[in-house]
């Protein structure tokens, strides 16, 4: 069974940024050790909503409100991703999940059906 670990978040003015790290392991039940991973996010009174994706071949996909402030990266390795957001604005306010797919393809970046494993979740914070 895959866990997922988040770390990283806190609370920040506006402008800053924040980087947050999910710490992957356990295989899907499918079989597989390496798997697409995504992060989402959501805010109190909201659906939960893309961010951002990464396949295990590095392609990556990003929600438009975040594209060019946010990066993510994987370390196939140490099956660990991260999530670098600069330039962050008080609507990005929000509790982050890290999230797997069940095989190793991603069927999408941003769709929340499409991964099966989920965090607990890291609290990001952005005061105006």
């Known amino acids: 069974q895959v866990q997922l670990v988040e770390s990283g978040g806190g609370s920040v003015q506006a402008g800053g940024s924040l980087r947050l790290s999910c710490a992957a392991s356990?295989?899907?039940?499918?079989?597989?050790?390496?798997?697409?991973l995504g992060w989402f996010r959501q805010a109190p009174g909201k659906e939960r909503e893309g961010v951002a994706g990464?396949?295990?071949?590095?392609?990556?996909g990003y929600a438009d409100s975040v594209s060019g402030r946010f990066t993510i990266s994987r370390d196939n390795a140490k099956n660990t991703a991260s999530l670098q957001m600069n330039g962050l604005k008080p609507e990005d306010t929000a509790m982050y999940y890290c999230?797997?797919?069940?095989?190793?393809?991603?069927?999408?970046?941003?769709?929340?059906?499409?991964?099966?494993?989920w965090g607990q979740g890291t609290q990001v914070t952005v005061s105006s």
């Open positions: 356990g295989y899907t039940q499918y079989g597989y050790w390496s798997y697409c």
């Open positions: 990464i396949g295990v071949d590095g392609i990556t």
């Open positions: 999230a797997a797919s069940l095989t190793s393809r991603c069927l999408s970046f941003l769709d929340p059906a499409d991964f099966a494993y």
